[in-house]
């Protein structure tokens, strides 16, 4: 960490050779200011603005060298004006730290400017759907509800922001984080859980905006990508490791009770089809709703949709099938749970004490309130524990940790403004502390679509979230890739997606072909599971015809072949926090035209994967990195890197290459035999 005065007042800091601050009295690098924000939720779509009553720049900085090595800087209007705000720098294991604190509780808005290079990369910013790299764009940084289609120029995002205000835009995400990784071989990171808003449309500078004071600044830097995102991942915490058992064979999402779950699995084992688990979502039971068949959120078994359910798992796991089910952190106050809860005092109230119940479309529910520690701990015990481990589950979808209303009262009497960012990782922590509390940390599974800072720790493993049943640019096929890409470089090693996506609205419905494509990318991410869709009467499913299941059967036999790779790779998360899914620069940085591709991705070092996200396609086109040479899974020919190659790529033959000289090349290249 190196501070420097130049003339004119100009104030820089480099660390490690890198400009990350830089000031001048008439190119300040801090505003201030005080904004009324309007934040609307409906169903997990948030309408937000801000009114901002004043922003002023802060041009005068008065450095101070500390005997101890830290620096304090403090930021006014002008040389006769008091401080507003005091930055305390101290260098860091790899890089520095910058803590803010203001002079007054009247500020409520930070807008910090980072020096930025034309050419340079931004990537990051939590799991970005639509835009792996981030240059030219602003992104708001609030979880939520990603909205149907996410993009403002097509009929199907305008149907649904007219009828439901769920439309949503590229920048909506279930997992934002205020941090970003620059091709400058640095990471930035805001230590908040205010909204924000990380503005990177100009050449000379990013542009951060804060609706509260952060608590500090942290920058990261390494001599090469590889390292940075060890030291990312160090940062922000380790996943726990993923389960063995998940790659030995597809999970299948079933939910229309057990007779139809049994029939589905015999079918598909005759077929030979690898399955590790069944996934039934429906195990507590269903409600009917004009967005389509929805699960009765009271989470313990539903006896009429799952009858003898004890009997019938242990007949599933000696038969080497798992069982996984569905669990979220709001309680439908026609279930015996939520009264439970709400005469215990657990659940989060009004301003006023009353009961706070949230619309979820057509049925409310109570708020567990997690910063109530014997709330957060009997939901643990009582739910996942008692109703769910002990009770046949060794996994779940650990869903809607997004949706924490902003007027909420909270036991720990925090803002919920500032609460609605940070639910996502309280949400993680009950899930992972339940499995540790039963002596299962390792084995059973959970997954979760929303996230922040921190969720890495104790989430083993993402999930996209709610993709439309499409191959569309914004919500469809490809962008569960750059979701994984995105949310790798920040320390999340493992992430999928359903297979053939979920939302089916306005007459948008799967197709055998999307189905298959999915599934081919499927094989080559950490956990295979499909998921019949919000309108499964109304979608095609796997089972529906005899060549897409002979075809998923292919991928599924691929997806374990490849168990003894990927368990590789997961030792390797385990010890240095490197993604499974990787973007090509990770490894080839010194080749640039890797730097903006977000449709192929490296599936540990070995191989590369460029999955078809375009019907109709039986041709496709890839681009190889300089430096090794591939071969291409299918023919066997071998294509020397740096250059664009066209494949052919029939259903079942997504296209793939082995590393030429890698250590596992012969065992990888008969992944193709192992799929006949």
């Given amino acids: 960490m190196n501070w420097q005065t130049e003339a004119g007042g100009k104030l820089v800091l480099r660390v490690a050779g890198r400009t990350l601050f830089e000031h001048a009295p008439d190119a300040p690098a801090v505003f201030v200011g005080h904004g009324v924000e309007t934040i609307d939720m409906y169903r997990g779509n948030f309408d937000i603005s801000d009114y901002v009553e004043e922003r002023v720049a802060l041009r005068d900085a008065r450095l101070t060298l500390q005997a101890d090595g830290s620096a304090r800087i403090e930021l006014a209007r002008d040389a006769q004006a008091a401080a507003e705000l005091t930055i305390v720098a101290s260098e860091s294991a790899h890089g520095a730290q910058l803590a803010l604190s203001a002079s007054g509780a009247e500020i409520n808005r930070v807008w910090w400017r980072v020096p930025a290079q034309r050419d340079e990369h931004v990537w990051g910013c939590g799991e970005q759907m639509s835009y792996f790299d981030l240059r030219g764009r602003n992104f708001p940084l609030w979880t939520s509800e990603p909205g149907v289609g996410r993009d403002k120029s097509t009929h199907l995002t305008w149907q649904a922001d007219t009828t439901s205000k769920s439309g949503g835009d590229y920048y909506n995400t279930n997992y934002p984080q205020p941090t970003f990784v620059s091709s400058q071989k640095y990471c930035l990171h805001a230590e908040t859980t205010a909204y924000a808003d990380f503005d990177f449309r100009h050449d000379e500078r990013h542009e951060l905006q804060f609706w509260a004071v952060p608590e500090r600044i942290e920058l990261i830097v390494a001599d090469d990508f590889i390292t940075l995102v060890e030291r990312i991942s160090q940062r922000f915490g380790r996943q726990p490791a993923l389960p063995a058992w998940v790659m030995d064979g597809a999970i299948l999402g079933l939910k229309n009770g057990r007779d139809h779950a049994q029939t589905i699995m015999e079918q598909s084992r005759a077929a030979g089809l690898k399955v590790s688990g069944l996934w039934c979502e429906d195990w507590v039971g269903i409600r009917q709703t004009s967005f389509g068949k929805r699960l009765f959120w009271d989470w313990r078994w539903n006896e009429t949709r799952y009858p003898g359910h004890a009997e019938w798992v242990k007949q599933l796991n000696a038969d080497g099938v798992r069982f996984l089910g569905y669990v979220n952190p709001y309680l439908c106050n026609d279930g015996t749970l939520y009264v439970e809860a709400k005469q215990a005092g657990y659940l989060a109230t009004r301003a006023d004490g009353s009961d706070y119940l949230v619309d979820f479309g057509e049925f409310d529910c109570g708020v ?37 209303p902003t007027d ?26 339940a499995i540790e509390g039963a002596g299962r940390t390792g084995d059973a599974v959970f997954f979760m679509r929303a996230g922040y800072t921190g969720v890495q720790a104790h989430c083993p493993l993402l999930w996209a979230g709610d993709q439309s049943v499409d191959f569309t640019r914004h919500d469809g096929l490809q962008t569960v890739i750059c979701g994984a890409l995105s949310s790798g470089l920040l320390g999340n090693a493992y992430h999928h997606s359903d297979i053939g996506g979920y939302t089916s609205l306005f007459g948008n419905t799967r197709t055998p072909e999307l189905f298959q494509r999915w599934a081919e990318m499927a094989a080559f991410t950490p956990m295979m599971r499909t998921h019949e869709g919000n309108r499964p009467d109304s979608n095609f499913q796997f089972w529906q015809d005899a060549g897409v299941l002979a075809h998923f059967a292919r991928m599924t036999r691929v997806f374990v072949a490849l168990k003894p ?47 078809v996200h375009a019907a ?60 006949a």
């Fill in 368 to 404: 567990v309130d997690f910063t109530n520690p014997a709330a957060a701990r009997w939901f643990e015990e009582r739910v996942i524990r008692d109703e769910m481990l002990n009770k046949g589950l060794d996994g779940w979808m650990a869903d809607f940790g997004e949706y924490l």
């Fill in 616 to 675: 109709g396609a039986m041709q496709w086109r890839v681009y190889l990195p300089q430096g090794d040479a591939w071969t291409h899974l299918w023919s066997g020919t071998r294509y020397e890197g740096g250059q664009h190659v066209d494949v052919a790529a029939p259903p079942g033959e997504p296209p793939v290459f082995v590393r030429h000289g890698a250590a596992r090349e012969a065992q990888l290249l008969k992944l193709a035999q192992d799929a």
């Fill in 408 to 433: 909420v009262t909270l036991a720990n009497g925090i803002d919920a403004k500032l609460m609605h960012n940070a639910w996502p990782t309280l949400w993680a922590q009950v899930n992972a502390r």
């Fill in 565 to 611: 790779y990927v368990q590789g790779l997961v030792d390797e998360a385990a010890a240095r926090g490197l993604p499974l899914q990787r973007p090509l620069f990770l490894h080839y940085e010194h080749d640039r035209a890797t730097y903006a591709i977000q449709d192929h991705y490296l599936y540990g070092r070995d191989l590369l994967v460029a999955p």
